[in-house]
């Protein structure tokens, strides 16, 4: 009887999360680490593909291929600033204050906007002066494959800075640590795509 009100998952925290030595992954971190590694191998499998047509042509660039835009460096910038306010975000979802998290994740969604609006412009700029050569391909295909992944993201993102705004984070900020890893997973895999086309 005398341990008829104790916690049978063990000790928590002021989060209300379990703090016991036994405690295993969150089921929400487990399918974030699941849908990171689906995606890491998807891109690393598009990565390998444009490398090994690279490493097989003759000439590369190839002949008639376009310069580069230099606006991905601007992208790239977007980038990293973005994953440096979801990282200011998080430390402010994990000390409690909400209003702070709402206006980094507000701020955060915007510059994902930018950095899909900076593409396009890439986008039109390499199309105005390209001709169809392997260049040109895997820049489409990388650079459009991961702006897809980040359009999905941007939906979790706006979702998760409506919810921080009414403080439905103040105890619980394992949501806006797990949109936060998506956005700095597409940040990395972002400077390997750049790094890939720009070399």
Known sequence: MADAGRDPEGPRDAAGRGTSRGEGISPRRFAMRLLLLSLGILFAAALAGYLIIRS???VWP??????????LWASTA????????LVMAVGRARAGRA??????????????????????????RIDAAADRTMLVFGFWMLTVLHALHVLGGLLPLAITTARAGRGRYLNDPEPVELVANYWHFLGITWLAIFAALAM
């Open 56 to 58: 097989r042509a003759a």
């Open 62 to 71: 190839p002949p008639g291929s376009p310069e580069l835009p230099g606006g």
């Open 78 to 85: 977007i980038l990293v600033v973005l994953s440096a306010v």
């Open 99 to 124: 209003s702070e998290t709402a206006r980094l994740l507000a701020a955060a969604t915007a510059l994902g906007g930018a950095f899909l609006v900076a593409q396009a412009a890439n986008w039109l």
